[in-house]
């Protein structure tokens, strides 16, 4: 695309900026040639000076204001180089444990312990007497409320909602997670989705938060596949656990295709990736004897005598007939080189950037994104370094509508609610009402994140309710004012101070990206 | 011109009914009305109606098959020799015998794709084999009539086939549809809108939500307390553990998709009933995609049939008029053969359910071949023998004097099947 098309696409966007600018830094041209990596910059001007670039960053790469983030972006050089900073440290924080309140400690346990904590619930069960049935119904106000020890009758369930409460406060507390990280983890585990109601599946949602999606969310996209095909969480959710050869199978047992299918089509290639039914029940094939283990610190067992050592073909790929034994790194294979197809490059290249960009984002940017990723084996980061050079990341013209999740952890972070449970159930309730509960989208397809499926009449008259609801009498955040257009500042100032952060919240800055 | 032909046809049809209500009258107007109920996952169809005669079914299915039946309730409900209801649709079984209750064994999209989000999208746009985006069929059939046959969702926050040009209803799922909400404050609802003027997308949004919701909050507020006070009383067509129970499941939050059902039939009923311009009903549940321990008679399959039987005899009582259809259909079927895990995995054709007084019930339509190896999809699931976009087609043609050079815009490209004339009453 010549410059000058770019250039000038980018000053008409500028004028169609409603938020205030930082006075002289606004008029402040471009920027250097090297980003903070030293990779090439595009060789266009980017306005990333502004204050409307600033509050982009925070809300793409976040999910909104906090006091710190306000001050960290505006005393940045630019936008640009802060969201590049963003991104190394978002990286960085990815390789180290995270910082777990104590409340949530549990969900860290380890796989073993978590297997064991599910085996003496079943115990627990079988223990009471039918005369004294348990009480499951429990309160709403008490759903978060982790101040006792969680009881081996219930512990699934608190393992459910303590992974439910890391995703509502690690989007909304900076100090425990940094922002860009908890979005990565959020898009990498709705990309892997699993729903955590599935019943062996519920201890594991925590776990493979933190361990796959999180640990992962920056690095090698092949890894990532490979730790989600691993864990207990997804082995559950989509059948591979019991998933064997017919000729080896004690009782009724053999192949089941559920993940095998959802990987090519989901996880890698994409539903017009090239690959037939055959291609499915061999990938199956290739994969049986992948299941779980209790014991292990992995979760995850190949069990050799449930495998089918035949010969099997998948995307052309021969696997010769071999000892079963080999099945283990088979399955390694052929999910390593799927992972890296070009069909693969070009969904995962879409979806970022349908995440993080546009709804229909533009073609050059794929093109750009899908060759980083091929070029470099497939490195998220470098995927995402692409991306936020990119003029279409910065343009106002391409806007992004927040999903009801999104707008749960702006609302969060604006009410700062961190630690009022109260506040944590009325935003975990609205993202359920909404149409999307957290951990509990059934299908492995994930959520879709687009205006079209979000932004209609009945869900935006429920995320105003939500907005009014969650911040009535929370404090004033005067500093959030200059950020409103003309017409959100006066709504806002014609309210009551009890009702003025609700305004704030509904207005249109905080509704989209 | 073509809406005289419209008056024409509706006229045509509407004719064959002696007693129509004053409201078939209005202009422009055919008077049926059409509900879809979706089931997402790939509903196991040979479950539900279970073809018992053919002793394949037995040998394809040793562990999860529907028993013969031996008229216990662990055993199919005889509808003919070859097949029978599944026992948790008990409640059902009134509604085919009084012939208002048929289904088709051999439907489907004619589109070979066993991806689930795939076949949802091309039945939802009509369009087997594009995965472009586009308008949902249900929002192009309100916007060739438009306004007054407009169409309403309850429970999903925009299902595809209610996305298009057409303003439609879409409603939350369970109790929150009761809840009117701040907006419903003038002050409120005027400082709101005031702030998104320069803002159309979300101005025009906010505006129809709150007028959406003021009318629908105070509509199914009356209409839940008048249920709960007949709830003594049950209607005639209920069995006995129908909607009070699903009412209270379905407060629950958190509560397994299907058991919401009911209540949303019942909130879809309501508000069809009240605004006669609303002729297009879409309802969906998930949790359908039973690829292990699907069981028989108990277990997860079992319990989503039972809710959807309650579901249906919800709707039964709300779309009792002479042209009311009501369809139940999912992506597609599942394997013939149980899989390696007492479960089936995604197979192609699937069985069809139509209610309505304008249904020639207490039957079954179309072909059905068998479950022979050699008459089976790829050796391993049921054959499709009517695309289900003929058999919309039947269905708008003979309930909502839709003409075929219409649906042929609605579904580019299907043809007439005239295998399924008889499928509604003369």
Request: with cysteine; charged share 20%.
């Given at each position: ?43 266009v ?25 306000l ?11 802060w ?6 440290a ?14 949530l ?25 039918a ?39 690690s ?16 898009f990498?585990?709705?990309?892997f ?53 017919p ?35 061999d ?42 034994q ?15 197809q ?11 950037a ?33 991306l ?15 999903t ?22 009325q ?33 935006l ?40 952060l ?11 990206k | ?20 209500p ?43 098959a ?13 509808l003919?020799p ?11 079984l ?13 439907a ?12 949802q ?39 595809q ?8 209803q879409?409603?939350?799922s ?21 702030m ?8 025009q ?9 003021m ?17 003594a ?9 129908t ?6 499941q ?12 009911a ?20 309802l969906?549940?998930?949790?359908w995609d039973?690829h ?30 002479p ?22 995995d995604?197979?192609h054709?699937?069985v ?20 022979a ?12 023998h ?17 003409a ?23």
């Open positions: 695309m010549p410059n000058s098309r770019l250039h000038r696409r980018y000053r008409l966007a500028a004028l169609g900026i409603v938020l205030l600018v930082l006075g002289a830094c606004a008029q402040t041209p471009g920027l250097g040639t090297r980003s903070p990596a030293g990779e090439a910059a595009p060789s001007n980017l306005d990333t000076r502004s204050m409307a670039a600033r509050w982009r960053a925070l809300n793409r790469l976040g999910y909104g204001p906090s006091p710190a983030l001050q960290s972006i505006q005393s940045a050089p630019d936008a640009r180089q969201a590049h900073a963003q991104l190394d978002a990286w960085a924080d990815s390789q180290r444990a995270p910082t777990l309140p104590p409340t400690a549990e969900i860290d346990l380890t796989l073993p312990q978590l297997f064991e904590g599910a085996k003496k619930e079943r115990q627990a069960r079988a223990a009471v007497s005369a004294s049935p348990v009480n499951e119904a429990l309160p709403i106000e008490k759903r978060f409320d982790f101040s006792q020890p969680t009881e081996a009758l219930h512990f699934n369930r608190t393992m459910v909602n303590k992974a439910v409460v890391w995703r509502l406060a989007c909304s507390e900076d100090g425990l997670e940094n922002p860009l990280l908890a979005r990565m983890t959020e990498w585990f709705n990309h989705n699993i729903y955590q109601n599935k019943g062996p599946v519920r201890p594991f949602g925590g776990h493979y938060a933190l361990h796959v999606a999180r640990a992962h969310a920056l690095g090698k996209f092949e890894d990532l596949v490979l730790a989600s095909a691993q864990h207990p969480a997804m082995l559950f959710y989509l059948d591979q656990w019991q998933s064997v050869d000729q080896s199978a004690r009782g009724n047992r053999g192949l089941n295709e559920n993940y095998a299918r959802e990987l090519l089509e989901l996880h890698t290639l994409g539903v017009h990736g090239g690959y037939t039914q055959d291609d499915v029940r990938l199956a094939r290739v994969l049986t004897g992948w299941t779980i283990s209790a014991q292990s610190p992995t979760g995850f067992q190949f069990v050799s005598r449930s495998h089918d050592a035949g010969i099997k073909t998948v995307l052309g790929q021969k696997y010769p007939a071999s000892p079963a080999a099945g283990q790194s088979e399955g390694e294979q052929a999910i390593r080189f799927l992972a890296r070009p069909a693969t490059a070009k969904r995962i290249a879409l979806r970022l349908q995440y993080f960009v546009a709804d229909a984002p533009p073609p050059d940017l794929l093109a750009a994104m899908e060759a980083r990723f091929l070029a470099s084996g497939g490195d998220i980061r470098q995927v995402m370094r692409v936020l050079d990119s003029p279409a990341f910065w343009a106002s013209e391409n806007r992004l509508f927040k009801p999740y999104e707008f749960a952890c702006t609302a969060l972070r604006t009410v700062r609610a961190a630690e009022n449970r109260s506040k944590w159930v935003a975990w309730g609205y993202a359920a009402a909404a149409g999307q509960p957290i951990h509990q989208w059934q299908t492995p397809d994930g959520y879709p994140f687009d205006s079209a499926t979000w932004l209609t009449p009945e869900a008259t429920r995320r105003v309710d939500f907005a009014l609801n969650i911040a009535r009498n929370a404090p004033e955040w005067d500093a959030l004012y200059p950020l409103l257009s003309p017409d959100s500042r006066n709504a806002v100032l014609q309210q009551g101070p009890a009702q003025r609700g305004f704030v919240l509904g207005s249109p800055e905080f509704m989209y | 011109m073509q809406i005289n032909r419209r008056h024409a046809l509706m006229f045509l049809g509407a004719n064959a009914w002696a007693m129509r004053a409201w078939a009258d209005a202009p422009g107007s055919a008077a049926g009305r059409l509900v879809l109920v979706f089931l997402r996952g790939a509903y196991d169809g040979i479950s539900a109606l279970v073809p018992h005669g053919d002793p394949r079914y037995y040998q394809l299915r040793p562990s999860i529907i028993a013969k039946p031996d008229g216990s309730l662990s055993s199919a409900l005889a003919d070859l097949f029978g209801l599944h026992p948790a649709m008990a409640g059902l009134p509604l085919w015998q009084q012939g208002v209750l048929a289904a088709i064994p051999g489907g999209s004619p589109d070979s794709t066993r991806s689930h989000f795939d076949a999208h091309h039945w939802e746009t009509g369009l087997p084999g594009s995965s472009a985006s586009g308008a949902g069929w249900m929002n192009r059939l309100s916007t060739l009539y438009g306004k007054e046959r407009s169409a309403l969702g309850v429970g999903e926050a925009n299902p086939i209610l996305v298009g040009p057409q303003p439609v879409l409603l939350a369970g109790q929150a549809a009761t809840r009117a909400g701040a907006l419903a404050d003038t002050r409120t609802r005027e400082a709101i809108l005031k998104y003027a320069a803002n159309p997308g979300l101005a949004a906010a505006q129809a939500g709150a007028d959406s919701r009318q629908t909050a105070a509509t199914l507020t009356l209409a839940q307390n008048e249920a709960a006070m007949a709830a009383a049950p209607p005639a067509m209920a069995s006995p553990a909607s009070d129970n699903a009412i209270q379905a407060a629950n939050n958190g509560a397994p998709p299907t058991q919401g059902l209540l949303d039939a019942q909130n879809l009923g309501t508000l069809m009933g009240k605004n006669r311009q609303l002729r297009l009903g879409f969906s549940a998930g949790g039973t292990l321990n699907q069981g028989n008679t108990t277990g997860t399959l079992n319990n989503n049939l039972a809710n959807l039987s309650r579901a249906l005899l919800q709707l039964r009582r709300h779309f009792s008029e042209q009311d259809v009501v369809v139940v259909a999912s992506e597609f079927g599942r394997t013939c053969a149980e899989n390696g895990t007492r479960g089936t995604h197979g054709g699937n069809m359910w139509l209610m309505g007084n304008a249904v020639a019930g207490g039957r079954w339509h179309g072909q059905w071949s068998g479950l190896q050699g008459d089976l999809n790829e050796g391993r699931d049921l054959p499709v009517h695309d289900f976009r003929a058999i919309f087609a039947h269905i708008l043609a003979g309930t909502q004097g839709v075929r050079e219409d649906t042929e815009r609605l579904f580019p490209g299907y043809r007439w099947d005239a295998r399924l004339d008889g499928l509604l009453r003369a």
